[in-house]
């Protein structure tokens, strides 16, 4: 299984941005897709999740200003930013939460963690 993330890029404070994540390969089911972000210096902290029932939660600092939602193809995710702001500089990253897939031998895989690679976004004027 492979996470591709895209969509990040340079924005002016105030501006808005579209991440999207795509889960690839034979996935029979997971808990929650994730975005997280780390800015240099910090933690990685997540930043917002839906489950696979479509329950959200988000981090207080981007409530009200970012949207997480699932695509048509049920392993792929958005998070729409908007008000961006300087501190919202971080790279981003999507994550599979306790997912289950089938191996190229078809051996079931059950994994407690599964994540994509960055894509930095960078709010300055």
């Known amino acids: 299984v492979q996470l591709q993330a895209c969509g990040g890029g340079l924005v002016q404070p105030g501006g808005s941005l579209r991440l999207s994540c795509a889960a690839f390969?034979?996935?029979?089911?997971?808990?929650?897709m994730n975005w997280y972000r780390q800015a240099p210096g910090n933690q990685r902290e997540l930043v917002a999740g839906?489950?696979?029932?479509?329950?959200?939660n988000y981090a207080n600092s981007v409530k009200g200003r970012f949207t997480i939602s699932r695509g048509n193809a049920k392993n792929t995710v958005y998070l729409e930013m908007s008000t961006l702001k300087p501190e919202d500089t971080a790279v981003y990253y999507c994550?599979?939460?306790?997912?289950?897939?089938?191996?190229?031998?078809?051996?079931?895989?059950?994994?407690?963690?599964?994540w994509g690679q960055g894509t930095l976004v960078t709010v300055s004027s």
């Open positions: 994550n599979l939460e306790k997912v289950n897939y089938y191996t190229d031998h078809d051996v079931i895989v059950a994994q407690s963690e599964l």
């Open positions: 390969g034979r996935i029979l089911s997971f808990n929650a």
């Open positions: 839906i489950t696979s029932g479509g329950e959200t």
